[in-house]
């Protein structure tokens, strides 16, 4: 989230989509009703009418798989009806930068972008680039005229997206589109604001990343990035799934997203050497250059005194992956059914139901030697071995299952989607065997370490070289204390102009925030981003030293809001720096006033003595000083001009991880598959061709498991536009079940409410297939079947596609046949979806695909 949950409160225009929000984020959703009590519009957009749709004033249905259509109309409508917020887009964005006079849109080339290459199914993106003037800046023109500027590339792209097409495309009747596209588009007022929330009904298909792109775009259209009740709000499914990738849960990301090297990256330098690319842009703050502050603080927190500028700050032990190599969940179980793994630690998960292709996934677990299931209960990956259709007799893989405690018999912080970092102390102590994570791992590393030091290895450096110092029984302060680092030798900060002391520190002392990490090895941090989380606490001359968990920023619990904008900055602690809206700067114009003043999230004011009540000046010039008032500033800069319209040698664009200050409209070079998104089909899909591009019905860049289409591998198998499976199918969870259901499905009461798998289907297709309601019904897809009950309602509809009826129908992926042990409850419903994944995450596409629905 770009924002945090509170703030949703703040919008005017409210777009779930992608998301059951009422459902699946009841807590969220608080803020949504709060928001239309007071006067905001709340729009759903969802292939299913739900208590989502319900709550919201305006409901548009549409197919699964379809969101670009959708979106891009949007975008098409905002352009055409010249409704963008004029200023911020010429300030902030980069609509007026211009492209490579060769480059071309799928519109020219049947559904691709120019430097396609079909053989490797990948971009050149040198393409793509952007045309630099004599001086090496990139050319712009703020009037937005030159043919070959992002605006009017933008602009005719999306031409192609009217309301006919879109409308045919996504089976969303017109009157609706338009309905949600000017109810929507008036926020490019700079008074107006929206937000959009999405889950994953947006990321999981093969265009989940440019789903939200395309939001993005029109985010930034209407002004609505960095403002308050604005930007681009994922809803985590989990309450911490922002902490976990926060902290490097990612194969190819280390903590607070450093790039994880690769092998060929065979120097210190050389990784670096990207981050420090001068950048021409007078304006850029360009913050990704501190890169080797943070990378370099990184290895002095994993390897300490071991690490020293002689041998790099430890870079030769830290873990690489192959040039190439991709290690992200599809390919990793992909590998593993190939026998390329030895073993496997299934901690806190059950992929045996939530992996696409769930029987893939089962078969892959039993070409291991060994594998170790940490979760609270037993589980259908844990005991994967006596499942269905499996004889244990066969299954050569040792399973060991540890037993761990749940979050309230733990002690530590969790990351909420809105970055607010939340201490939890230990409720009470885990039952029986079951113990904390942290102490598992404790202990396996101490006890990995002691095998070292006494039997050697082939490589044990990066082992033994690592400090380890958390306490026999793990300390989980310890740890946060490492994450926020540690200042490792006496040291004066420096004004870069004046060259006078701004700070002294001294060794030991806690790092006060990313600012002022070092590339000389003389800091420590575990996690650049939550620099700042735990500080120093205060001590009184003649006192004893104070308990230094009252340092614990995460645990603060304030209640004051002096903004009125439900920022609470007492309460918690929010990365970086405690911001509770990235990108704030943007919500003011060229001199630091506040486009929309009654929703004033930062303001550039005079700097007043509390005791004179007078502006302060600066004592060298006896020029009046100002500050920024509000929310912490993303990046402390001062505004891009001076009070009398000059430019501001200080001023830097607010958009200041963006290399060139701005926000990209056109992706110039960070995307897999295009720098503007476009539609195309899911892999399975109820129409023969992709009506906006004949040659690329699937998107060109999704990654495969099989070399030939019609030649699928034999667990990677698929049928689009077929007969033997019509009906569009997705997936979804429910309130009463978490994830695949292993800690609610072992909830009596839980398991009563809802207490078996089911399956949506509108009573129009119900009618057709002379199913009625409570019947138990077979779905099928190319990759197996399962049996669940049907459950008939109105909250589907027949969709027209194309000139066609397409039918759509949902089912919850809760459920496996380990709990209840009857196998009452039926088996998962990732048994039926595809392994193929998006082209920039991976994530698989579960949320659209073909099945077909029978009586059993």
């Known amino acids: 989230m770009t924002n945090h949950w509170i703030d949703i409160r703040n919008a005017d225009v409210i777009l779930i989509m992608g998301s059951n929000a009422a459902e699946n984020h009841p807590i969220s959703f608080k803020w949504v009703l709060e928001a239309r009590d007071k006067g905001a519009t709340v729009i759903h957009v969802d292939p299913r009418y739900t ?16 969101d670009i259509p959708f979106l891009g109309g949007m975008i098409n409508y905002i352009l055409q009806k010249d409704l963008i917020q004029k200023d911020y887009v010429r300030l902030y964005t980069n609509a007026s930068f211009i492209v490579n006079q060769d480059f071309k849109m799928p519109g020219e080339l049947d559904g691709v972008f120019s430097g396609y290459d079909a053989k490797a199914r990948k971009y050149d993106k040198a393409a793509w680039a952007f045309q630099i003037g004599a001086d090496g800046v990139i050319k712009k023109d703020p009037t937005f005229k030159d043919p070959l500027c992002v605006y009017q590339l933008l602009k005719k792209h999306f031409s192609r997206y009217d309301l006919d097409t879109v409308s045919s495309i996504t089976g969303t009747p017109k009157a609706d589109l338009l309905k949600v596209y000017e109810v929507y588009a008036a926020t490019g007022a700079p008074d107006k604001v929206g937000t959009s929330m999405y889950a994953m009904g947006w990321t999981q298909h093969t265009v989940g990343t440019q789903n939200i792109v395309a939001m993005t775009i029109i985010q930034q259209l209407l002004g609505n990035m960095g403002m308050a009740g604005g930007g681009i709000n994922a809803l985590r499914g989990e309450s911490n799934v922002q902490g976990s990738t926060d902290h490097g849960l990612l194969f190819h990301i280390l903590p607070s997203y450093l790039r994880v090297p690769n092998a060929s990256t065979d120097t210190l330098e050389a990784y670096i050497k990207p981050f420090a690319a001068e950048i021409k842009e007078p304006q850029s703050a360009n913050w990704p250059s501190n890169s080797n502050k943070y990378f370099v603080s990184y290895l002095k927190a994993i390897f ?31 590998e593993m059914l190939k026998g390329k793994y030895k073993g496997f630690f299934a901690w806190g998960q059950n992929p045996a139901c939530s992996s696409s292709n769930a029987g893939k996934a089962r078969k892959a677990l039993a070409s291991l030697e060994w594998m170790v299931n940490v979760n609270l209960f037993d589980n259908e990956t844990a005991s994967f071995w006596r499942g269905p259709g499996v004889k244990p007799a066969d299954v050569k893989t040792e399973v060991f299952f540890l037993p761990c405690a749940s979050s309230v018999e733990k002690e530590g912080s969790v990351t909420n989607s809105g970055r607010w970092a939340q201490w939890r102390t230990r409720a009470v ?4 065997q079951a113990r904390p994570d942290g102490e598992i ?17 082939a490589f044990p450096d990066p082992v033994l070289k690592t400090t380890w110092n958390y306490g026999e029984k793990l300390d989980t302060h310890v740890v946060a204390r490492e994450i926020n680092g540690y200042w490792l030798a006496d040291k004066d900060i420096l004004d870069p102009k004046t060259q006078a002391v701004i700070s002294s520190w001294k060794k030991g002392q806690l790092v006060a925030s990313f600012a002022t990490l070092q590339a000389d090895g003389t800091t420590s941090c575990g996690a650049w981003i939550y620099s700042g989380s735990y500080g120093d606490p205060a001590k009184k001359e003649g006192e004893p030293a104070p308990d230094p968990k009252k340092g614990n920023k995460m645990a603060k619990r304030g209640k004051e809001d002096p903004t009125g904008l439900g920022l609470f900055p007492n309460w918690s602690w929010s990365w970086p720096v405690n911001r509770r809206t990235v990108y704030n700067r943007a919500s003011v114009d060229e001199y630091g006033q506040p486009w929309d003043a009654k929703r004033t999230l930062v303001k550039w004011v005079p700097d007043v003595d509390p005791a004179t009540k007078e502006q302060k000046k600066n004592p060298t010039t006896g020029a009046p000083l100002f500050k920024w008032a509000g929310d912490v500033i993303d990046g402390g800069y001062p505004p891009l001009k001076t009070p009398d319209g000059k430019v501001n040698p200080d001023g830097r664009l607010p958009f200041i991880m963006k290399k060139n200050g701005v926000s990209n409209i056109f992706g110039s070079d960070s995307l897999s598959d295009g720098p503007f ?16 591009s004949k040659a690329h019905r699937i998107n060109p860049t999704a990654k495969l498991f099989y070399t030939d289409a019609a030649k699928s591998n034999a667990e990677d198998v698929f049928e689009s536009c077929s007969t033997r499976y019509p009906f569009v199918a997705t997936t979804y969870r429910v309130t009463e079940h978490w994830q695949t259901g292993v800690m609610s499905r072992n909830t009596p009461w839980l398991l009563e409410t809802v207490p078996q798998s089911f399956i949506e289907i509108s009573r129009e297709l119900a009618a057709e297939k002379g199913i009625k309601n409570g019947d138990t019904i077979k779905v099928s897809s190319a990759r197996g079947e399962i049996k669940c009950k049907a459950v008939v309602t109105f909250r589907f509809k027949p969709f027209k596609v194309m000139g066609a009826t397409v039918h759509q129908v949902g089912l919850p992926w809760c459920f496996g046949w380990h709990t209840p042990a009857d196998g009452s409850g039926g088996d998962s419903s990732n048994l039926l979806t595809p392994t193929i994944g998006d082209a920039n995450t991976m994530i698989p596409e579960t949320k659209a695909f073909m099945v077909n629905v029978e009586k059993a």
């Not at 208590?51 to 798989?65: C, E, F, N, V, W």
């Not at 005194?305 to 032990?317: I, L």
């Not at 998104?677 to 906006?692: A, D, F, K, S, V």
Request: with cysteine; charged share 25%; proline share 11%.
């Open 677 to 692: 998104p476009e539609h195309y089909e899911p892999l399975e899909c109820p129409i023969q061709e992709n009506p906006l």
């Open 304 to 334: 300490g005194e071991n690490a020293t500028p002689e041998n790099e700050f430890g870079y030769q032990w830290l873990p690489k992956i192959d040039d190439g190599q991709n290690a992200s969940w599809l390919v990793m179980f992909n």
């Open 441 to 457: 791992i404790n202990e396996l590393a101490r006890k990995v370490r002691e095998l070292y030091a006494k039997e050697g290895g």
């Open 429 to 432: 102590e885990p039952p029986g």
């Open 51 to 66: 208590r989502t749709s319900a709550q919201a004033d305006i409901y548009a249905p549409l197919r699964s798989g379809s």
